[in-house]
């Protein structure tokens, strides 16, 4: 079965701080890869996406860092805000069979 | 700007009860999705749609029954509630199988089974 796996389960930042969410994947026909946000009581939102042919992503202060060869991404937030408080989920597309499969999600927290 | 519609918000079943769930998009997506989370995790695929007429299991789709009636709609059925069982169902739609667009999602139907 598809994977994708994210970390930490739980992660916690001072507001003004780096939050930095990880991502990896084992399938190599994955050909892009969204982040959703998800407040609580509300569904997912996309919130940024990458296609391999890039190695990076960014709108405003969120940045994806991407690695194909080591099948790693990873999800920057800078001058982290309390409203960004939510729980991440990372996606990645399989270019066969067009499914989208979820990690498990990473819960932030960004402490005023 | 279009938007996904799911009815109802709010499903209370009885264990054993057939329960449909419906979901509409004005995007005139050609792809369709539907979703469960369970409470504090991830996200499973039960069935999709590539387009209209099309039907694709995922990964959950045993207990699922689905419908793609036409390329706006596309309905989830429960073929017998589970006791206890509690979830969102989430439907989401994007413009086609390739291209550079994610999914985006409906506001879910919360199930409790009595």
């Known amino acids: 079965q598809q994977q994708v796996r994210q970390s930490p389960q739980s992660l916690t930042v001072w507001e003004g701080e780096t939050a930095i969410l990880n991502c990896s994947y084992e399938d190599s026909t994955f050909d892009y890869f969204p982040w959703y946000w998800q407040f609580p009581r509300e569904s997912p939102a996309l919130l940024i996406a990458i296609r391999p042919v890039s190695n990076k992503k960014e709108d405003g202060r969120f940045t994806i860092f991407f690695n194909k060869r080591e099948k790693k991404l990873s999800l920057h937030i800078t001058d982290s805000q309390p409203g960004d408080s939510a729980t991440y989920f990372c996606?990645?597309?399989?270019?066969?069979?067009?499914?989208?499969?979820f990690g498990a999600g990473t819960r932030l927290k960004v402490i005023a | 700007g279009g938007i996904i519609t799911q009815t109802p918000k709010f499903l209370i079943g009885q264990e054993g009860q057939k329960l449909t769930l419906k979901c509409q998009q004005n995007f005139n997506h050609d792809t369709m999705y539907w979703y469960r989370q369970d409470s504090g995790k991830g996200l499973r695929l039960i069935y999709y749609s590539i387009t209209e007429n099309d039907l694709q299991k995922g990964d959950l789709s045993e207990g699922y029954d689905a419908s793609r009636e036409k390329k706006s709609s596309f309905s989830l059925t429960v073929t017998s509630a589970q006791k206890n069982e509690m979830a969102v169902f989430l439907c989401?739609?994007?413009?086609?199988?390739?291209?550079?667009?994610?999914?985006?999602f409906g506001e879910g139907t919360r199930l409790s089974v009595l």
């Open positions: 996606a990645a597309r399989n270019t066969g069979n067009y499914k989208y499969v």
């Open positions: 989401a739609s994007s413009p086609g199988t390739g291209g550079n667009q994610a999914p985006l």
